[in-house]
């Protein structure tokens, strides 16, 4: 594993690494960070931005090469935890829900609903087994932090929201939009799951900024949603999002107060002594303080 380290991670798309100002910049290269669960989805880009080391991750790759379903996620976040990181800010695409979420908006969530069928979930099992708390899925402590950042840069900005992850890559039918804003869900999406509990499985804070870039299909006047609609409202986007992120780095805390970082104390349930070696060996950046 490389020997750079970063305090925070940043996974999105490939612009947001490009931004003015990164110093010393570096690419680890993706063979440099094998996990026991394959290689990450693409380089890690780590530079200095504000003064603080941060690590950037392509979560589809390089020129948009992995499916939703098909992003390693669970490399992803190991690798991000083997570079010494502690606070990941995932940047996302999302439908809005609601007539309140317009496009160009930018949604600080605080739950999630999973829709997602047949992706790995956890970095558990093999005779290791291990039931976290996931009833409030963001860190409530970074994601304010975000929620100051992201609002400081006067674009429309809301916090909170039910954030449904469907399995994709197909968008929505009609009936199904209708009926997640019939369940009360505020923005739609397709890759916060299992990355958000996959981050509290490693013991790291996890917050979203979505920025909404359609209607999905439930809006009977806007149009729905497409690619070409998604990718004109993030570009659109890609300067505040880099302008919050600047904003959150510079006024971080020091100090976790959460308890991200203590996901593990009380979630392991195998008595010890029938854990695997081998398990618990595979598993040791993660499980290692309390095994």
């Not at 991000?80 to 606070?87: I, P």
């Not at 963001?138 to 900005?157: G, I, K, N, R």
Request: hydrophobic residues 45%; glycine residues 8%.
């Amino acid at each position: 594993m490389a020997q750079s380290k970063a305090r925070i991670a940043v996974i999105g798309g490939s612009g947001l690494y490009e931004m003015d100002g990164l110093a010393d910049r570096e690419v680890v290269n993706v063979e440099g960070l094998a996990t026991p669960f394959g290689l990450p989805s693409d380089n890690i880009v780590i530079g200095a931005l504000e003064g603080v080391r941060v690590a950037f991750l392509a979560r589809h790759g390089r020129g948009h090469r992995h499916l939703p379903s098909e992003v390693p996620y669970r490399a992803n976040i190991w690798a991000l935890k083997a570079l010494g990181v502690e606070q990941i800010i995932s940047i996302s695409a999302v439908g809005s829900l609601r007539e309140d979420y317009k496009p160009r908006d930018i949604v600080i969530p605080n739950q999630l609903f999973d829709r997602t069928t047949g992706r790995p979930l956890s970095f558990f099992g093999r005779g290791l087994v291990v039931h976290i708390g996931l009833a409030e899925p963001f860190c409530p402590s970074l994601s304010q932090q975000l929620y100051t950042a992201a609002a400081d840069t006067e674009a429309a900005v809301h916090l909170g929201g039910s954030f449904v992850v469907v399995e994709g890559p197909r968008f929505s039918t009609r009936a199904e939009s209708r009926v997640f804003r019939q369940w009360g869900m505020d923005i739609i999406g397709m890759t916060a799951v299992p990355e958000a509990q996959l981050a509290r499985e490693a013991e790291m804070c996890y917050a979203t900024m979505a920025h909404v870039t359609d209607y999905d299909v439930w809006h009977e006047t806007e149009e729905a949603v497409s690619v070409e609609a998604i990718i004109r409202n993030l570009l659109a986007n890609t300067r505040v999002a880099q302008q919050a992120i600047r904003n959150l780095l510079r006024d971080l805390k020091s100090e976790r107060s959460c308890e991200c970082n203590t996901a593990l104390a009380d979630a392991i349930i195998t008595q010890r002594t029938f854990i695997p070696e081998e398990t618990t060996r595979e598993l040791h950046l993660l499980v290692g303080k309390y095994l």
